[in-house]
């Protein structure tokens, strides 16, 4: 099951603070979300993050970094919170990390799916 942790900027540290994740945590496989628009067409964000992805493989390898699509995770989030009854204000600073536990477990859902 996917827990949330704190939202990591994307800035010149995002790599070593992944990292010290990855070493602290035991990962085993990275998962970066790629954002797309609802019509499954790539948007701005899409190259960004398409970009973010290959940074990332390269500098964690040998580590396993896969991109998973995020349509709808922030919008399942919000929902996620709502019934677990925090309100909209505080959400705000809780809706990255609930909806990379969302794209988390799609992922690992998606896994066991046949």
């Known amino acids: ?39 499954g067409k790539e948007t701005s964000s899409t190259e960004v993050a398409d970009r973010l992805f290959a940074e990332l493989r390269e500098a964690l390898a040998p580590l396993m970094v896969v991109q998973c699509d995020e349509r709808l995770s922030t919008f399942q989030a919000q929902r996620s919170l709502s019934e677990a009854g925090v309100k909209a204000r505080d959400q705000r600073s809780r809706i990255d990390s609930a909806a990379a536990v969302v794209i988390l477990q799609n992922y690992l859902d998606g896994l066991h799916a046949d």
């Open 1 to 39: 099951m996917a827990f949330p942790r704190p939202a990591l900027g994307v800035n010149e540290a995002l790599v070593s603070v992944l990292r010290a994740v990855i070493d602290e945590e035991g990962v085993g496989l990275v998962v970066v979300g790629r954002p797309v628009a609802l019509s």
